[in-house]
């Protein structure tokens, strides 16, 4: 089977760790690495958070701890949605390996460089160490193969009025990233919250019966209840897995291919992501931005991982 080779970036997070073990379990993906990006908590929680993931899913591939801090320098991170561990709601193992000894975006550069195959750059979190390694390692360019990120909107914003999270945290790497002219693929909020966990998803983990489907449970009750808090949505969308989704079955998604842009400056607008859906800008399009999603597709590959790497 050929398989689509895949760093994927990350700030784990209750939906990047199931990003994690969807990417690490299916088998049209090669994973080839982890990196971290601060994001959801802050670099040490979500790195030690990725590690966990790791042992709790047996994961084994490298993983390495990227950037502290937005381009600009702003940390902020979302307790009110992943709580201060930036993966509350279940007891995890402790790490079963060790940190890489080089940095995320090293990583990145390593496993593209050396891998015979361009390679595919998934973002689950801020786009830092994505726009990072594009300005450090400009030879390698012609070594991606496509960047799929989880982030921004064609409406609205769930950071602020009108820019999500992940672009919001660094609109100046998503800037760079939107402008590198690779193959691009969003992922933002229009499709994401249409992958929400119903009861329907929480009777078939129920069903698994697993070690790993417990503490999945755990972790995704803990994530409906903030999302219920504070969007008043009891069924959360699982947001970051829909980016490895569409690598692994593209009909899993409705897409356009237009142009967007990252709103840098604005009063009340900084982060968005300016999708010209029908196209008034005369911009050249550059994005190809999923719109819909087949939720029971997604959910079967999504569980099928989950029940695959519960019994490994
Ligand atoms: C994104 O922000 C984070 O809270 C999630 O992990 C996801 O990547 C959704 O806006
Ligand atoms: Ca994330």
New binding site residues.
């Given amino acids: 089977m050929k398989k689509t080779p895949v760093v994927l970036d990350c700030?784990p997070?209750?939906?990047?760790a199931m990003a994690m073990i969807l990417a690490a379990y299916n088998p049209h993906i090669e994973l080839l690495g982890i990196t971290t990006v601060s994001?959801?908590g802050i670099i040490d929680k979500v790195t030690e958070n990725a590690l966990r993931i790791c042992a709790l899913a047996n994961i084994r591939v490298p993983v390495a701890q990227g950037a502290g801090t937005a381009i600009l320098g702003s940390v902020e991170a979302?307790t009110d949605?992943?709580g201060e561990t930036a993966l509350d709601g279940a007891p995890l193992p402790a790490p079963i390996f060790e940190l890489e000894k080089i940095g995320g975006v090293e990583l990145i550069a390593k496993l593209v460089k050396e891998h015979p195959e361009k390679v595919t750059l998934v973002a689950?979190?801020p786009l830092t160490n994505i726009a990072l390694f594009l300005k450090m390692y400009p030879e390698l360019k012609s070594k991606v193969a496509h960047i799929v990120f989880?982030?921004g909107s064609a409406s609205r914003g769930?950071?602020t009025p009108y820019a999500?999270?992940?672009i919001w945290m660094d609109p100046e790497a998503a800037d760079v990233v939107l402008k590198s002219e690779l193959p691009l693929t969003m992922c933002g909020?229009d499709v994401?919250h249409q992958a929400l966990v119903t009861k329907e998803v929480f009777a078939r983990l129920e069903k698994m019966g697993t070690e790993l489907s417990k503490t999945v449970t755990g972790l995704l009750t803990f994530f409906a209840k903030t999302y219920d808090e504070v969007f008043e949505m009891p069924e959360p969308p699982l947001?970051?897995p829909v980016a490895i989704a569409v690598l692994i079955d593209a009909s899993v998604t409705k897409n356009r291919f237009v142009n967007v842009e990252i709103e840098l400056n604005g009063t009340y607008t900084r982060g968005a992501t300016v999708v010209d859906t029908y196209n008034r800008s005369g911009g050249k399009p550059n994005v190809t931005v999923a719109l819909d999603l087949d939720a029971p597709k997604f959910w079967n590959m999504m569980l099928e991982a989950v029940e695959k790497a519960g019994v490994s």
């Fill in positions: 700030d997070g209750h939906d990047d994001g959801n979302a949605i992943h689950t979190g989880m982030g769930n950071r999500e999270f992940n909020l994401t947001h970051d």
